[in-house]
């Protein structure tokens, strides 16, 4: 299979057929990226467009010195940030402005968004980096400009903490969610 | 780690998610089949991302294909334009993407533009308290929502210009009419929540239409050269850098020639020349003479233009939404003046990121070239020796200046520790001649 960074240089070349096995390499990737840390799926569809076309413009000077998939991630973190700050203005200019979710989750994916929302943000985003977007510690630390033992070490607190939050048992129990933290502490103690 | 367990917890989770080297990697599989303990670790992090797969999102629709597709085929249009040797700007390129549908929509936007004029154009005989209908108008020509908000907008308007904005003619509930380019505008502008319904392309249109620095054509890349050589020709070398750089449209940042004597001439020079010009200049500076040393580096900075972007047409909508409340919300004079200062900054804010953008830009187009020329230097034989006259001559001027400047430093020091050695002298005067004294008398011979 051709790498990504072949058919990106085939594409800076003309090759529109590169950019469409490009574009169907990693359209649902990023789609699945907005979709996750965005509330409507529209603006994910809008983002994930909007990531393709920034590569698109940046086709010409592209130059092959990180890898295509580190790249695509790094425009989509940018409109991430973007996106969420412009959702904070507009909560404060715009009375009664805040979004409402529009993504129709399922039960278990509701109970894992809840669970990831409880995470400490530079965690979360680690995390679901690693576990969705199936990127390597050093491309991870690289997108966010942290070392790679910040990284692991990050990763590995976030993953203890989730098991908490994700915790079979407490599924059943409604409102079981608000887990004390003391036995938050045993969890981490017995793992250690 | 310990004994026991040769492996951090961080590690065994390194192996899982096949991060580790392959040795590492043999070890931790042989610990794993006979620590219970680890196991129960490794089962716990599988779990994890176990339950993490619930999480599903489903396909996109197959919308998002809808404007790649048009990119794509503007871009060929560019690509072909610029083999032509020809930029075709990015909102001519666009339109002529539509072709026959674009020269509907023009015709439509053309109408209610004109329309638009017409309706907010100087007129004497509107009402006073008249809705204006236009950001864009001179704000002394436009009818005031009240008598307050008025003063402050004219008072505004002398310190700002007004900004390059048409909205179109408002209905009677103040909600913007018509199609096209400015019924897109406007709604981007009218107070709701916008950008979650707005789509890249629309983001586009809005691009295109400010006065923002164009986006780049490419991942923009700033690039850094170093070269040092050393010449036998110095005059020609210097000559043949002024034509290189002549040739290749570039410029001087900095030079500076020194000839100190006893050694050879040093040009050091900083060079700006366009990024698609360096490595041509480069080859050409290499024939001025033998290279010592090169260098060449290049740092990324797409991302930080993207998104100073995108933050700038973020600042242009909260520009546009601050502006729209100004005209069609009466309320008390402390809101309005709340609203201004927010608008205020949120210029700056612009101001500050559209000169960013410019000299990011600049520092893309035009890389810097460190030069550096030195002249390979021939020692000259002294040949004749000073005259004895000249050296009686010098010897005197030395022992003169060593004298004076003997004098000079014995004033110095006296100056310096004569107060302190006259008081020590005071002190120990008395004690000293008592014990000479005690001395003399218990010794007087």
């Given at each position: 299979m051709?790498?990504?960074?072949?058919l990106?240089?085939?594409?800076?070349?003309?090759?529109?057929e590169?950019f469409e096995?490009?574009?169907?390499?990693y359209?649902?990737p990023?789609?699945?990226?907005f979709?996750r840390?965005?509330?409507?799926?529209e603006?994910?569809?809008d983002?994930a467009?909007?990531t393709?076309l920034?590569?698109?413009?940046?086709s010409?000077r592209?130059?092959?010195r990180?890898?295509?998939?580190t790249?695509l991630?790094g425009i989509?973190?940018?409109?991430v940030?973007?996106?969420?700050?412009?959702r904070v203005?507009?909560?404060?200019?715009?009375?009664?402005?805040?979004e409402?979710?529009?993504?129709p989750d399922s039960?278990?994916a509701l109970?894992?968004?809840?669970?990831?929302e409880?995470?400490d943000a530079s965690e979360?985003?680690i995390?679901?980096?690693?576990?969705?977007e199936q990127l390597?510690y050093s491309e991870?630390?690289?997108?966010?400009?942290?070392?790679?033992?910040t990284?692991?070490?990050?990763l590995?607190?976030a993953?203890?903490?989730?098991k908490i939050w994700l915790?079979p048992?407490k599924?059943?129990?409604?409102s079981g969610m608000?887990?004390?933290?003391s036995?938050?502490?045993r969890e981490g103690?017995?793992l250690? | 780690m310990?004994q026991n367990h040769?492996f951090e917890q961080?590690?065994?989770?390194?192996y899982?998610?096949?991060?580790?080297?392959t040795?590492r990697a043999?070890?931790?599989v042989a610990?794993l089949?006979?620590?219970?303990d680890c196991?129960r670790?490794?089962?716990?992090?599988?779990e994890?991302?176990q339950?993490?797969?619930?999480?599903?999102?489903?396909s996109?629709?197959?919308?998002i294909?809808a404007?790649?597709?048009?990119?794509l085929?503007?871009?060929?249009r560019?690509s072909?334009?610029a083999?032509?040797?020809?930029e075709i700007?990015?909102g001519i390129?666009?339109v002529r993407?539509?072709?026959?549908?674009?020269?509907?929509?023009a015709?439509?936007c053309l109408v209610?533009f004109?329309?638009?004029?017409k309706?907010?154009?100087?007129n004497?005989g509107?009402?006073?308290n008249?809705?204006?209908?236009s950001?864009g108008?001179?704000m002394?020509?436009r009818?005031p929502?009240?008598g307050r908000?008025y003063?402050?907008?004219?008072?505004f308007?002398k310190?700002?210009?007004a900004?390059?904005?048409?909205?179109?003619?408002?209905?009677?509930n103040?909600?913007p009419?018509?199609?096209g380019?400015?019924?897109?505008?406007s709604?981007?502008v009218d107070?709701r929540?916008?950008?979650n319904?707005?789509?890249?392309?629309?983001a586009?249109i809005?691009?295109?239409g400010?006065?923002?620095?164009?986006?780049p054509?490419?991942?923009?890349?700033?690039?850094t050269?170093g070269v040092?050589?050393?010449?036998r020709?110095?005059d020609?070398?210097?000559a043949?850098?002024?034509?290189?750089l002549r040739?290749?449209?570039?410029?001087?940042?900095e030079?500076n020639v020194?000839?100190?004597?006893?050694?050879g001439?040093?040009?050091?020079?900083?060079?700006?020349?366009p990024?698609d010009?360096l490595?041509?200049?480069?080859?050409e500076?290499?024939?001025?003479?033998?290279?010592?040393?090169?260098?060449?580096?290049g740092?990324?900075?797409?991302?930080?233009y993207?998104?100073?972007?995108?933050r700038?047409l973020n600042?242009?909508?909260?520009e546009?939404r601050l502006i729209?409340?100004?005209?069609?919300?009466?309320?008390k004079?402390?809101?309005v003046l709340?609203?201004?200062?927010?608008?205020?900054?949120v210029?700056?804010?612009?101001?500050?990121?559209?000169?960013?953008?410019?000299?990011?830009?600049k520092?893309?187009?035009f890389?810097?070239?460190?030069?550096?020329v030195n002249?390979?230097?021939?020692?000259?034989?002294?040949?004749v020796?000073?005259?004895?006259?000249?050296q009686f001559?010098?010897?005197?001027?030395d022992?003169?200046r060593?004298?004076?400047?003997?004098?000079v430093?014995?004033?110095?020091?006296l100056?310096s520790y004569g107060?302190s050695?006259?008081?020590?002298?005071?002190?120990?005067?008395f004690p000293?001649r008592?014990?000479?004294?005690k001395?003399?008398?218990?010794?007087?011979?």
């Open positions: 051709t790498s990504d960074e072949a990106m240089l085939e594409f800076q070349r003309g090759s529109r590169a096995e490009l574009f169907a390499r359209r649902e990023l789609y699945g990226f979709c840390r965005l509330e409507s799926r603006r994910a569809e983002l467009q909007e393709f920034a590569v698109i413009r940046a010409s592209y130059e092959p990180a890898l295509v998939r790249y991630y989509a973190l940018n409109l940030a973007s996106e969420r700050r412009t203005r507009n909560a404060v200019l715009v009375e009664g402005g805040s409402v979710a529009a993504n039960d278990a109970w894992v968004r809840r669970a990831l409880r995470l979360r985003e995390l679901m980096l690693r576990e969705y390597s991870i630390a690289q997108l966010l400009r942290i070392p790679v033992n990284v692991r070490s990050r590995f607190r993953r203890l903490a989730l915790e048992e599924r059943t129990h409604g608000a887990i004390d933290a036995a938050r502490r103690e017995g250690k | 310990s040769p961080e590690e065994l989770m390194a899982l998610d096949g991060e580790l080297s040795d043999t070890a931790a610990h089949e006979r620590c219970p196991q670790v490794a089962a716990v992090l599988r994890v991302s339950d993490l797969m619930a999480w599903e999102v489903g996109s629709s197959p919308r294909e404007g790649i597709s048009s990119a085929e503007e871009r060929g560019e072909a334009g083999n032509a040797g020809k700007p990015v390129s666009r993407r539509f072709t026959p549908w674009a020269l509907g929509f015709a439509i209610v004109v329309w638009s004029v309706s907010v154009g100087p004497p509107k009402p006073f008249s809705v204006p209908s950001v108008e001179p002394a020509e009818a929502v009240n908000i003063d402050r907008l004219q008072q308007s310190l700002q210009q900004p390059e904005v048409q909205a179109p003619p408002m209905d009677s103040g909600l009419q018509g199609t380019v400015h019924a897109q505008r709604i981007s107070g929540p916008p950008t319904s707005a789509s890249p392309v629309r586009e809005l691009m295109a400010d006065s923002v620095v164009p986006p054509g490419g991942p923009m890349i700033v690039r050269a040092t050589l050393t010449t020709d110095f020609q070398a210097r043949g850098l002024d034509d290189i040739r290749h449209r570039g410029y001087v940042g030079l020194n000839t100190p004597a006893g050694v001439r040093t040009l050091t020079a900083t060079l700006r020349v990024a010009q490595d041509a200049t480069l080859a500076l290499r024939k001025l003479g033998r290279v010592e040393a090169e260098s060449q580096s740092q990324e900075v797409t991302a930080q993207v998104d100073l972007e995108a700038l600042g242009r909508n909260t546009r729209d409340v100004l005209q069609q919300r009466t309320g004079l402390a809101d709340a609203v201004e200062t927010e608008l205020s900054r210029r700056g804010e612009i101001e500050s990121m559209e000169s960013q953008g410019k000299s990011l830009a520092q893309v187009d890389a810097t070239l460190n030069a550096t002249e390979d230097y021939k020692a000259q034989l002294q040949v020796p000073p005259s004895t006259s000249t001559r010098n010897a005197a001027v022992g003169y060593s004298m004076v400047d003997g004098i430093g014995v004033a110095v020091f100056f107060p050695l006259l008081l020590w002298c005071a002190v120990l005067f000293v008592f014990f000479w004294r001395f003399r008398r218990v010794n007087p011979e």
